[in-house]
């Protein structure tokens, strides 16, 4: 056989073969049963997306396939659409599947409805097969959560754990729970077990994710939720915890390019709305705010973050009224909302109530490191209610150099507390109200006792630190408070968290480690204003001017020009980095906003005195300075260097 006709024959052969393959794939597919494996191979992977459109083409070409409807539902369950996946159970039934079968699915489905009652009664049906059982007690966990029975959950997902330890899924939702419970510790054992046992589910990831990012900080999160969409770019509860990670931590670029995908993917998702309506606001762009809030349609209106943002955009618009509407309901859900209470306690004033102004600030006004925005307002508050005394007392501590150490803040409705402790002292519930109310009465050591049986309580929980490095610094025991706080934040590296033990390590002798702390903050959330402001006023204090005036920098770009105090800073930091003509611009301007300080009055005659520009003015200002603040040491040596100089000059005169 000569080599042309071998070649025709094999060629022919290969022809054959692919025909032959053809007609297979295509039997294949008409059939239903290419789609459906690939449908279900996508589920595998945790690719819902791509699966829900395989499996309604193996629905398409046979609707009589039960498997392709159960696994559509469970497609539609990973999506979040509870109604669709209960439809295409309800038809799987129809069709003579097994009721028991999918149970442990439809519940599911119910609980995303809502209906979590009906989800339990599927739950509990005698007839879930044996190799399901593990499944339904780890939803029967969530069942009971969402129903608000937290004991009975626990039960449930310990059992499941029981039953099927290494089920990834059953230490997700521990971990889930556990976190609700405020057993932050609790949690991150959940979710590192549940990565360890499926390194490539996309729950998994997403949990250590947003348990990393209360743990550690922003930019430690970023990596985690960059894994799980390397394995699903498509995930959109993943994408919007990513964008949302990214919008706090500055990154608004590419917070905008992730909204932009998770909108591609979910036409109208009200979380990318929002979050590109929270970037707008902070823009300035108010009318672009309002614009793309609108575009939730109301579904987030319960939440407390879209409820601060209208009320700051209605503030914005002049109109009270509604910026109270938006604000009252939030602060009675969060009372410890210095921010929320803040911008109520304005919009109070500006509607002319002025008791409900100076009743909403109250408690902000009562701690001792109590902000001078605050304390002027609540002064005019006063004034309009003709409260002169009480208004000079507030503005007096407003124009104070320095501010003294933060106290635990206290609700005005915690003092019924006092009179009763509570019965049960693992309850941070009702607890954490009560020591409060023991400091702020002054029954430090009381206070100290109750935190410490509460901490050994709830090993886990950084509240129960907190509260206890509150007790122990009332108590003047600041280096225990130091340790309380550090286990605290161990567990949840938050502001908050990290400012009590930055102001812990100032008391307790420190200096160098309390500015380690706002550095390592700072450095996980770039964009955190009030770390900025600590970080700079770090600098300033070793000299460090340049470092100092780019962090005030970036303060004034957050958060505007109106802060008197600020100005005064940057005034100083641009003196001390030879910038003479922007000191003064910036000394004059913060002396004009508040005048009766000591701060702006010294800030502006020692920027007049070092450039040169007016030395009796120049005096004259230190000498107000002084004379509101006369136990100030550092405004003292500044007029006595002013004076001998100024004597100087006069005395070259007279000898001319």
Do not use: C
Not at 177 to 199: K, N, S
Not at 323 to 345: F, S
């Amino acid at each position: 056989m000569n080599r042309k006709r071998l070649f025709l024959l094999v060629g022919i052969g290969a022809l054959l073969l692919s025909a032959a393959a053809l007609w297979q794939w295509r039997a294949h597919e008409a059939d239903g049963t290419a789609p459906l494996a690939r449908g279900i191979a996508a589920l595998v992977k945790g690719d819902a997306r791509t699966a829900r459109v395989e499996l309604l083409n193996a629905i398409r070409a046979d609707p009589q396939s039960i498997p392709a409807r159960i696994a559509q539902a469970q497609a539609l369950v990973d999506l979040d659409d509870g109604n669709g996946a209960q439809a295409e159970i309800e038809r799987a039934r129809a069709l003579g599947g097994r009721p028991g079968d999918m149970r442990v699915l439809m519940a599911r489905a119910l609980l995303l409805q809502g209906r979590a009652d009906a989800a339990l009664a599927e739950i509990e049906a005698d007839d879930i097969p044996p190799s399901f059982a593990g499944a339904a007690m780890r939803v029967a966990g969530n069942i009971h959560m969402a129903r608000g029975d937290m004991a009975a959950a626990e039960a449930a997902l310990d059992r499941a754990r029981e039953m099927a330890g290494n089920d990834p899924e059953s230490w997700i939702d521990t971990g889930r729970y556990r976190l609700m419970m405020g057993d932050q510790a609790g949690a991150i054992v959940a979710a590192d077990r549940a990565v360890a046992l499926a390194p490539k589910n996309g729950k998994a990831l997403l949990l250590r994710g947003e348990l990393t990012r209360s743990q550690y900080g922003l930019v430690a999160a970023l990596p985690w939720f960059e894994r799980a969409l390397a394995l699903n770019p498509d995930s959109v509860p993943v994408l919007e915890q990513y964008a949302a990670t990214l919008a706090d931590a500055g990154e608004a670029r590419r917070m905008l390019s992730v909204t932009r995908r998770l909108l591609a993917l979910t036409p109208g998702n009200a979380r990318a709305w929002f979050m590109q309506a929270v970037m707008a606001a902070r823009a300035g762009r108010a009318d672009l705010a309002r614009s793309l809030l609108a575009r939730t349609q109301g579904r987030l209106d319960g939440e407390p973050a879209t409820m601060l943002l209208r009320g700051v955009l209605h503030l914005n618009d002049g109109n009270a009224t509604l910026a109270i509407e938006a604000l009252a309901p939030l602060v009675q859900q969060q009372p410890d909302n210095a921010m929320a209470r803040t911008l109520l306690g304005r919009a109070y004033y500006l509607a002319a109530d002025f008791p409900s102004a100076a009743t909403t600030l109250a408690p902000i006004v009562a701690q001792r490191d109590a902000d001078p925005y605050v304390l002027t307002l609540a002064a005019r508050a006063q004034e309009a209610m003709g409260e002169r005394i009480m208004a000079d007392d507030m503005l007096a501590r407003a124009l104070w150099p320095d501010r003294p150490s933060a106290d635990p803040f206290a609700s005005a409705d915690d003092a019924a507390l006092a009179r009763s402790a509570p019965s049960n002292a693992a309850t941070a519930q009702e607890n954490i109200p009560y020591i409060r109310t023991l400091l702020s009465t002054g029954q430090a050591e009381q206070a100290v006792a109750r935190a410490r049986l509460l901490s050994q309580a709830n090993a886990g929980a950084p509240d129960a630190y907190v509260i206890w490095g509150d007790a122990l610094g009332a108590a003047g025991r600041q280096g225990e408070a130091v340790k309380a706080y550090e286990m605290a934040a161990n567990l949840r590296f938050s502001r908050d968290i990290a400012l009590r033990l930055a102001a812990a390590l100032q008391r307790a002798g420190d200096p160098a480690r309390s500015m380690q702390v706002v550095h390592l903050f700072q450095s996980q959330n770039p964009d955190d204003a009030q770390m900025q402001r600590l970080a700079a006023a770090g600098y300033m204090a070793s000299g460090k001017w340049r470092e100092a005036l780019r962090m005030l920098k970036a303060v004034e770009a957050r958060i505007g020009s109106n802060d008197a105090l600020l100005m005064a800073d940057m005034a100083r930091a641009s003196l001390e980095t030879g910038d003479e003509e922007r000191a003064r611009a910036y000394a004059a301007f913060a002396y004009r906003q508040m005048p009766g300080s000591p701060i702006t009055a010294d800030a502006y005659g020692w920027t007049l005195f070092r450039t040169g520009a007016n030395g009796q003015a120049a005096v004259d200002l230190l000498e107000k300075a002084v004379a509101l603040a006369p136990g100030q040491p550092r405004l003292r040596a500044h007029l006595e260097q002013a004076r001998a100089e100024l004597d100087k000059r006069k005395d070259r005169l007279v000898a001319r």
